[in-house]
């Protein structure tokens, strides 16, 4: 018997698509993980309303074929709305009565409460709205036993997530950690590649169609730092947790994320899945990443209460 059997297995969700690719990728990218071993993903635009490649009546419709090939699906909400349009747009994500929701920000849950019981899908409360403790958490699932998942911030050690949502817990909804890609670490009302190529944010040029994987930024001595994403500031380093598989599970970890990049994804989820529902050797799986064109090196520190550029620790 093979001890992922024993242990049980970590569901793989892919996380909203950050960057602005063309309508005929994105499709293509989709097509391919309808395919592949992720069992939920998450669909909508998380950085710049501005953004039009897909529209809400887009994502539903995507949505609707990733369900008929067996996936679960959400629906996310943009992390900083500001303006009223945007509340709108939240909104109307929270008004569909098909997916469940992924809030990005406390409107949308405001948004999501105010929705009849026999109405509204499963909440699920996104990894920036802030919850650093159990009492925070517990506050947050006052809303309803409809709150499904707790998607833990980036930052947090599994040591502390475990503390946060303990497994055995009396109330305890379902843990998801991010677990693969640059990270979102802020956002700002500012659009950084608007500034970056000398253009006001509403005259941006869309100019973030260019970078498929955020753009780049180097420090002094010439080494990557950070990655910029219109209004977000991303890490520049892939968070990677492959090699902390027992970790994830005595944290009681139940959902692990994957950000999508625009290279190597598909064998990244494969190795994923590989390691920690499939019982193969880390080992193995550790060199086939490092020989993927990744937009950026391996690291996990932020998971082992190190700095979070600290290359991965594999024993």
Not at 253 to 260: E, H, I, Q
């Amino acid at each position: 018997m093979s001890e992922i059997s024993t242990l049980g297995r970590i569901g793989l969700t892919v996380g909203p698509l950050q960057y602005w690719w063309p309508r005929k990728q994105m499709l293509a990218f989709y097509a391919e993980l309808a395919d592949g071993p992720a069992d939920c993903l998450v669909l909508g635009e998380v950085c710049c309303s501005r953004r039009n490649e897909f529209s809400l009546a887009d994502w539903m419709d995507l949505g609707r074929d990733l369900l008929a090939c067996g996936k679960q699906v959400r629906l996310a909400t943009l992390p900083l709305v500001m303006s009223e349009a945007e509340l709108r747009g939240v909104r109307r994500i929270a008004e569909q009565t098909e997916f469940s929701i992924e809030a990005g920000d406390i409107s949308a849950v405001q948004a999501w409460s105010e929705q009849t019981r026999t109405n509204r899908q499963g909440l699920v409360l996104g990894p920036h709205l802030n919850l650093y403790s159990a009492g925070a958490l517990c506050e947050a699932l006052r809303e309803g036993d409809d709150v499904s998942t707790w998607v833990a911030p980036l930052e947090l050690a599994l040591d502390a997530v475990a503390r946060i949502n303990p497994p055995g817990a009396e109330r305890r909804v379902t843990t998801e950690v991010f677990g693969f890609g640059r990270m979102p670490l802020a956002f700002s009302a500012r659009c950084f590649t608007a500034r970056h190529h000398r253009l006001s944010k509403d005259q941006c040029d869309f100019r973030c169609r260019e970078d498929a994987d955020g753009l780049l930024l180097s420090s002094s001595e010439g080494q990557p730092f950070l990655a910029l994403n219109g209004i977000s500031t991303q890490s520049a380093d892939l968070h990677c947790l492959i090699a902390q598989a027992p970790q994830l599970r005595a944290a009681g970890v139940d959902w692990l994320r994957l950000s999508p990049c625009s290279r190597g994804f598909a064998e990244v989820l494969d190795l994923f899945d590989a390691v920690l529902n499939q019982g193969h050797a880390l080992g193995p799986a550790l060199e086939v990443l490092h020989q993927l064109s990744l937009p950026g090196s391996l690291v996990d520190g932020f998971a082992r209460r190190q700095p979070g550029m600290q290359e991965i620790c594999h024993a």
